[in-house]
């Protein structure tokens, strides 16, 4: 079973930047998926970016596409968001979790979760 914990999250201004982190303790396996999700009050865990742990091939979500960066680092099992030009509506609990199936957007395919990080964005 992986265990996946997230960081970096903090209170933040509109346009600001701020890079989360994922640590993975177990085996992460070339067909493994990672994604970042958030979720705010009151609304389900949607997905942010993802990125395929053999290929690297990443993937975002319109709302994000351009400001936010996905990356991996297979030494130290790691992935990481670099979020730029933040906005109010980014603001959430950061979730990283793992698919051992490979590429999916939905949060209830996935296998693995970390407890999230809370960004706040504030105008």
């Known amino acids: 079973q992986v265990q996946l914990v997230e960081s970096g999250g903090r209170l933040v201004q509109d346009g600001d930047f701020l890079r989360l982190s994922c640590e993975a303790s177990?085996?992460?396996?070339?067909?493994?998926?990672m994604g970042w999700f958030r979720q705010a009050p009151g609304k389900e865990r949607e997905f942010v970016a993802g990125?395929?742990?053999?290929?690297?091939?990443?993937y975002y979500s319109d709302s994000v596409k351009g400001r936010f960066t996905i990356s991996r680092d297979s030494a130290k099992i790691t992935v990481d968001l670099l979020m730029k030009s933040l906005k109010p509506e980014d603001t959430g609990i950061y979730f990283c979790?793992?698919?051992?199936?490979?590429?999916?957007?939905?949060?209830?395919?996935?296998?693995?979760w970390g407890q999230g990080t809370q960004v706040t964005v504030s105008s």
């Open positions: 979790g793992l698919n051992r199936n490979g590429y999916e957007t939905t949060a209830t395919t996935y296998n693995s």
């Open positions: 990125i395929r742990w053999g290929t690297g091939k990443t």
């Open positions: 177990g085996r992460i396996y070339s067909s493994h998926f």
